[in-house]
């Protein structure tokens, strides 16, 4: 798949009149492209099925001259069927950002790599609502100069098909 990316808005936001920083921003102010690879086997008999998504995102320059590090994003997914309401699944990932670029020069203090383990478990009510559960633990993480960045992390997604 391939597509454009939009900027939510191209205004700098500010508060009490001082902009603020890009990092902070509700966008990147930028436009950008988005291709993305799905690949997938499964084992019926198994109730097995594995995937991989590769997803590249170029990012360009917003209107002060800042440009966000594109991001290099691929997921292996092992999934199990345990019944006919239950899955298992197990996630690794690894995210790849590049430097941002402000006015022409890198900054040094931005992008890196980070590898994670993500198990999830996921239940469906009446084959139309799923409840997943999940948490991504870090398994390596390398950030470019000093950076802040997250540890573990969990999540609730509630989801219906139409």
Not at 136 to 146: D, E, V
Request: aromatic share 14%; charged share 20%; net charge positive.
């Amino acid at each position: 798949g391939a597509g454009a990316k939009f900027p939510f808005t191209r205004e700098q936001q500010e508060k009490d009149g001082v902009r603020l920083p890009q990092t902070v921003q509700s966008s990147t102010g930028a436009f950008g492209f988005v291709v993305q690879l799905f690949l997938s086997k499964t084992w019926t008999e198994k109730s097995v099925r594995l995937f991989l998504i590769h997803r590249t995102e170029i990012n360009g320059t917003n209107s002060v001259e800042y440009k966000f590090g594109n991001l290099y994003t691929t997921s292996l997914f092992v999934s199990k069927s345990l019944n006919v309401h239950w899955t298992g699944l197990l996630q690794l990932t690894n995210e790849n950002r590049a430097r941002d670029v402000r006015e022409n020069k890198t900054i040094t203090a931005s992008g890196g790599y980070v590898f994670f383990l993500s198990p999830q478990i996921n239940y469906t009510i009446a084959q139309k609502w799923h409840i997943s559960l999940l948490t991504s633990i870090p398994l390596y993480r390398y950030f470019n100069g000093t950076q802040l960045g997250g540890d573990k992390t969990f999540s609730v997604n509630v989801t219906r098909d139409f």
